[in-house]
C-alpha cells in the first residue's frame, strides 16, 4: 500500500485517487470497479473490498506491494528543517546588516 498511501501524501482528491484503484482493479481482474460493483449488485457508494473474497483482497496486496513505484522521493523533514533554519539565519543577517 506504499503507492497509495504516497499519493495520500499527494493531495490527491478522492475522485482522482478512485479512478487510479479502478485502473488498478481493471489492470488486475480486466473489469473496472464500477463494472465489478454491477455485476455484484454493489451500491456504488459502498466500498468493493467489503465484499470481495480474501483472496482477491490478499491479490491486490500483493500486486500494490510490486509495482514499482514511479514517484519522485519527497525531500527529507530534517532536510527541509536544516534550509528553513539557514534561510532564517541569511535573513536576520542581512536585515542586521541593513
Do not use: C, W, Y
Request: proline content about 5%.
Amino acid at each position: 500500500m506504499k503507492i497509495l498511501v504516497n499519493l495520500k501524501l499527494r493531495s490527491l482528491d478522492e475522485k482522482n485517487f478512485a479512478i487510479i484503484r479502478s485502473k488498478g482493479d481493471h489492470a488486475l481482474f480486466g473489469h473496472s470497479t464500477k463494472d465489478m460493483k454491477q455485476k455484484r449488485k454493489i451500491k456504488q457508494n459502498q466500498p468493493l473490498a467489503d465484499f470481495m473474497p480474501t483472496i482477491l483482497l490478499k491479490a491486490k496486496d500483493f500486486a500494490t506491494e510490486i509495482t514499482p513505484e514511479h514517484l519522485p522521493p519527497a525531500e527529507d523533514i530534517k532536510k527541509i528543517e536544516r534550509k528553513i533554519t539557514t534561510d532564517d539565519k541569511k535573513s536576520l543577517n542581512s536585515s542586521n546588516n541593513v
